[in-house]
């Protein structure tokens, strides 16, 4: 039965153009040509990648984070031994009623609970220390696969030429650089896959998830359907902007608010330009539009423009996020990514707010303004 769905499977209609065969993309004359058994070694690179994030993170952008200011810190809250009996078997988020019963058993008042619960939520959720190493991770590998990209592809005709994109397909000979830009990219995609469930879980998890396996889907699509020159310049396209949006990402959790703002910006301009601009009319068109004057649309012409029109979806998804991001910078001049599900920023703001009107309050108390300058008899209440 195995064998029946794999004959199936590996149909020529279903991914080589009418009228060739896969003993015609057979290594001949010193000429290579992909093979999807290839991809299998994209899995154990995988879990070398996530070695080597390991000790990257521990030697490399640990003692950065510690240079720009970044320790990692256990926030203390007092002990409780009711409310934490609550946490562990019960609800981490209580509901009103039970924060009302909780109250009085602890004698506490209802916002003292409040804060208890989301001080004892905060414990549980990685500190800035990792959502730093994660940036400064995805930072360094997107740096390196981008420069390597562009040294693999500078001298390429088909990089400025696209109709040289589909001169001779599919037979095209496959190169040491293109197997090696192929395999890293989707081993990172792997590794970042198999990492989910340990790095930071935003709200846009499963657009996390669908992104990746997307990638990955229409990474191994092209391979084996021989996509690989257009392949090729979709990974530029989309690494090139990656890159400052997580050094973006690595100066905000140092609280470098203005370095972090220009590269933001920076980051928008690129992504804006190299996903709704070269994406679509560069990319899409070369391979919706040029490959209608070589061949007939045939079953893999169709999918992989499918799914390449899967993931400008999800760059307007990401737009959105990037457009809100923008706005709120421009009208409170600091980015916060507003795809995180950490209260900890909530707290601090809390506090600080509590402090400010405590301090009002101990100054009106000595007849102080809040500027510590005294207040005239009679005024207070102005």
Same mark, same amino acid.
């Given at each position: ?11 020529? /209609? #279903? ?50 984070? @510690? ?17 934490? !009996?609550?946490? /562990?078997?019960? &609800? ?10 909780? &109250? ?25 220390? /990792? ?45 040491? $650089? ?28 499963? &657009? @996390? ?5 997307? &990638? ?9 359907? !021989? ?13 090139? $902007? ?15 608010? @203005? ?8 980051? %928008?301009?690129? #992504? ?32 992989? @423009? ?14 959105? #996020? ?11 001049? %600091? ?31 000595? $007849? ?8 005239? !008899? ?5």
């Amino acid at each position: 039965m195995f064998q029946t769905f794999k004959e199936w499977f590996w149909m020529e /209609k #279903f991914w080589l153009p009418p009228t060739i065969k896969w003993s015609d993309l057979e290594d001949h004359d010193g000429l290579v040509f992909v093979k999807a058994s290839h991809l299998y070694m994209t899995i154990p690179y995988a879990f070398i990648l996530m070695i080597i994030r390991h000790f990257f993170e521990k030697f490399v952008a640990t003692p950065l984070a @510690n240079a720009v200011g970044i320790q990692k810190t256990v926030q203390k809250i007092k002990p409780n031994t009711i409310l934490e !009996n609550f946490f /562990k078997h019960s &609800a981490s988020k209580p509901s009103h009623t039970d924060i009302y019963g909780l &109250a009085k058993k602890c004698n506490l008042t209802e916002r003292q609970v409040e804060r208890w619960f989301r001080s004892r939520r905060n414990q549980e959720k990685s500190c800035r220390m /990792k959502k730093f190493q994660e940036s400064c991770w995805r930072f360094t590998f997107y740096l390196m696969i981008t420069v390597a990209g562009i040294v693999f592809l500078y001298d390429k005709p088909w990089t400025y030429d696209l109709w040289e994109v589909w001169d001779g397909y599919p037979k095209q000979p496959l190169l040491p $650089s293109q197997y090696w830009y192929y395999i890293l990219e989707m081993s990172f995609y792997w590794s970042l896959l198999f990492s989910l469930g340990s790095d930071i879980k935003r709200k846009d998890f499963l &657009a @996390n998830v669908i992104h990746h396996l997307a &990638a990955l889907s229409l990474m191994s699509f092209s391979w084996c359907a !021989n996509y690989i020159r257009s392949g090729t310049l979709v990974m530029i396209v989309h690494d090139v $902007s990656d890159i400052w949006l997580e050094s973006a990402k690595m100066f905000s959790y140092a609280g470098w608010k @203005n370095t972090c703002n220009t590269l933001f910006f920076i980051f %928008s301009v690129v #992504f804006f330009i190299s996903r709704f601009i070269i994406f679509p009319f560069w990319i899409l068109y070369c391979t919706l539009i040029l490959p209608l004057h070589y061949l007939e649309p045939f079953f893999s012409y169709i999918f992989l @423009n499918l799914q390449l029109m899967i993931l400008q979806g999800l760059h307007l998804y990401w737009g959105y #996020f990037i457009l809100k991001m923008l706005s709120r910078c421009i009208f409170t001049k %600091s980015i916060r990514d507003v795809r995180s599900d950490d209260e900890e920023e909530e707290e601090e703001e809390e506090e600080e707010e509590e402090g400010t009107k405590g301090k009002e309050t101990e100054y009106l108390k000595n $007849s102080l303004g809040a500027d510590r300058h005294l207040i005239p !008899n009679g005024q207070h209440g102005r």
